[in-house]
């Protein structure tokens, strides 16, 4: 919940809406609004905020001093692209991560740019990247030397006011990594090591020595190598063709000599194991029943220890390696402050004293609080939404189910407000990914749209899906279309059976992998939706593991061992099935994506109106994997909307 300062706000709204007829229409601005930030981390004493802002086609940054809220710098660049992430140094310079995106729902794609800007806003400076000589006429950006690598931030280096180190990627399908320093006021760089495997990942422990890589061998196998220090061969401590396991380094202790490993199995959810770098002995330290660690929890201050993790299954639960420690104690008093929502240390100053937190709900797209640890006490600082209410939003309730083969399937089920939750009319929507996403108990914008308009929202995570182990996730290889969509299915029929849903009154809706299993459901079962919309999909199989082969070895091994075969996917191609498809279908696009192209929508509208299929279309010229502008989001979800009251009877949107 929000300070008290806003209760009589809701008192008063919610007198309102007692007195008030019920809305025939629904306000779609809510819901089309950026957020007014995202990440927001404290500089190392405390003095500055930076946080990144969501600008529509780009993402920007603001720096503020703490002690005034006044902002000393702004920072942006051109059309698609965003700022991924950012370091503080020191307590004057920053360090930047760019990606570039097509589409608001299109995760980033880091170009591996490191930009560096003072907390003044000024010696802006691209210190490596590809486009090191591209920045433009008119622009304040500095530019170094142009270079075909990408470069990722991998520690501060503490103990330098001014160099980081930094893992660098040269531009190759599958690459050998190194690790060098980066100064990041005048873009030199010196070696530090060098991968022994492909694709290789690196940790470095509190003495700011490189001492693990993770990396990629035959046939996309997981290696993990350690070494004891500088200088020091590496060794191969887990060959996934032989240990059958994924292994990944999250933290090391106080001395270094404990690593702690996040590590899967197919038989139950990932655990967290701590492994003695000088014995190679290992330890298993927490597992949950049914899901994964969500969440590594950190000591508070610069070292950052893993003294537990988060869980996010049917509830948030925190589990600790030494429930008596400190840090226990301070987490759990946090969640119990918050209780039904998610709290998360999001950074903290060097001394520990001063943290920023975190919290959001499946009601609550996210609140930051400034926490002074040594008196306990938490201050509300600003919202992601401030325009959304969560005491006016959806109930978000956690579900279960068997699936036909007995698997067990999780998900979340949204309620309208003041519904009693039986016989409505809902919308099964579907995750995309599809591979290692999952929903959770979090604020969804689309499924607290739909609940607005009437309509009972189910979201499952079919196997294929994220948390809930390896097992669970390989049981999705190669079933795109079959016991996927099974599982999408047999969520459906539960919800009929539940009693809420009425059975007259189904549409299934998704994007990317959703907007796939879509189509899939009402090819399948024609008699078990009313509707289907889709929006940014895949449609023909086919076609995409023939575009996935040609993007790298890593990529056409993925496609073979999780989608199949090019030329064997006919029968699970919604393209090729569109003769069974008997009931309406909304389908929309970007002409700019590059995930799902166009061409899947065209050749999917194509094959149903030759079927005969009512079939209605949006297409957006310069939008990608999801739609940037806030009047193209308005449109989409207005005709969204539209289609759904036609077919199933809730509210249009104004």
């Not at 003695?276 to 049914?290: A, I, M, N, P, Y």
């Not at 999801?626 to 539209?642: I, N, T």
């Amino acid at each position: 919940m929000r300070p008290d300062f806003r209760l009589g706000t809701w008192l008063l709204a919610a007198c309102l809406l007692l007195a008030a007829p019920v809305q025939a229409q629904v306000d779609l601005a809510p819901f089309t609004k950026l957020d007014t930030f995202t990440d927001i981390k404290l500089s190392p004493t405390g003095e500055y905020l930076a946080a990144t802002v969501p600008l529509g086609d780009r993402t920007g940054l603001v720096v503020m001093r703490r002690a005034n809220n006044e902002a000393t710098a702004q920072f942006a660049l051109g059309k698609d692209t965003h700022i991924a992430d950012f370091v503080w140094v020191n307590d004057g310079r920053l360090l930047l991560s760019m990606a570039e995106a097509f589409g608001m729902d299109d995760t980033p794609t880091a170009t591996g740019e490191l930009v560096g800007v003072n907390a003044d806003g000024k010696n802006i400076e691209l210190l490596t990247g590809y486009r090191a000589t591209g920045a433009g006429p008119g622009t304040r950006l500095q530019t170094r030397t142009q270079e075909a690598v990408a470069a990722y931030v991998l520690d501060t280096l503490p103990e330098s006011d001014h160099e980081v180190m930094i893992e660098v990627w040269p531009f190759h399908d599958d690459p050998y990594t190194r690790v060098e320093v980066l100064d990041v006021r005048s873009g030199k760089r010196r070696p530090v090591t060098r991968s022994p495997v492909q694709r290789g990942e690196f940790s470095v422990d509190h003495a700011s020595q490189v001492r693990f890589v993770r990396g990629v061998g035959e046939g996309n196998a997981s290696m993990l190598y350690h070494r004891a220090g500088e200088g020091e061969e590496w060794a191969l401590v887990n060959d996934e063709t032989k240990t059958g396991r994924t292994e990944r380094v999250v933290g090391f202790s106080a001395d270094n000599r404990t690593a702690y490993l996040l590590t899967d199995s197919r038989k139950a959810p990932d655990a967290l194991v701590a492994f003695d770098t000088t014995t190679g002995e290992r330890r298993l330290l927490l597992q949950h029943d049914v899901v994964d660690p969500s969440t590594v929890l950190y000591s508070l201050g610069e070292q950052l220890i893993p003294v537990g993790a988060q869980f996010e299954g049917a509830k948030v639960e925190q589990l600790f390696f030494d429930a008596k420690a400190p840090e226990a104690a301070l987490y759990t008093m946090l969640q119990a402050a918050f209780a039904d929502q998610t709290v998360y240390v999001t950074s903290t100053t060097r001394d520990g004293k001063l943290a920023l937190v975190l919290v959001k709900g499946g009601n609550n797209p996210g609140d930051f609080y400034l926490f002074d640890v040594p008196n306990r006490k938490a201050s509300y600082l600003l919202s992601r939404r401030e325009w959304i209410d969560p005491a006016a939003m959806a109930t978000v309730k956690p579900v279960s189910l068997k699936a036909r083969d007995g698997l067990a399937l999780h998900g979340f089920l949204t309620l309208p407000r003041g519904s009693d939750g039986k016989n409505l009319p809902s919308v099964v929507y579907v995750h995309g990914g599809p591979f290692g996403v999952f929903d959770r108990l979090a604020f969804d914008t689309e499924a607290q749209m739909l609940a607005k308009a009437g309509y009972a929202v189910l979201q499952v995570n079919y196997r294929g899906s994220g948390n809930y182990g390896r097992g669970f996730q390989e049981a999705g290889a190669q079933q795109w279309g079959k016991a996927m969509q099974d599982d999408v299915t047999d969520a459906t029929r539960w919800l009929v059976e539940q009693g809420v849903a009425d059975p007259k009154r189904i549409c299934i809706y998704g994007g990317s992998y959703g907007a796939y299993a879509a189509l899939m459901g009402v090819a399948r079962e024609p008699d078990l939706y009313a509707c289907a919309a889709g929006t940014v999909g895949v449609y023909d199989l086919d076609l995409m593991v023939r575009e996935d082969k040609g993007d790298s070895r890593y990529m056409a091994n993925f496609s073979s061992q999780w989608v199949g075969e090019a030329g064997s996917l006919a029968g699970v191609s919604p393209t090729r099935l569109a003769d069974r498809i008997k009931n309406p279908v909304f389908l929309a696009a970007g002409g700019e994506d590059r995930v799902a192209p166009v061409e899947h929508t065209e050749l999917m509208e194509k094959a149903l109106r030759k079927a005969g299929v009512p079939v209605e279309t949006l297409y957006f010229k310069n939008e990608g994997h999801g739609f940037y502008k806030e009047e193209h989001r308005a449109e989409y979800y207005g005709k969204l909307l539209d289609f759904f009251s036609r077919h199933l009877g809730g509210q249009k949107a104004k």
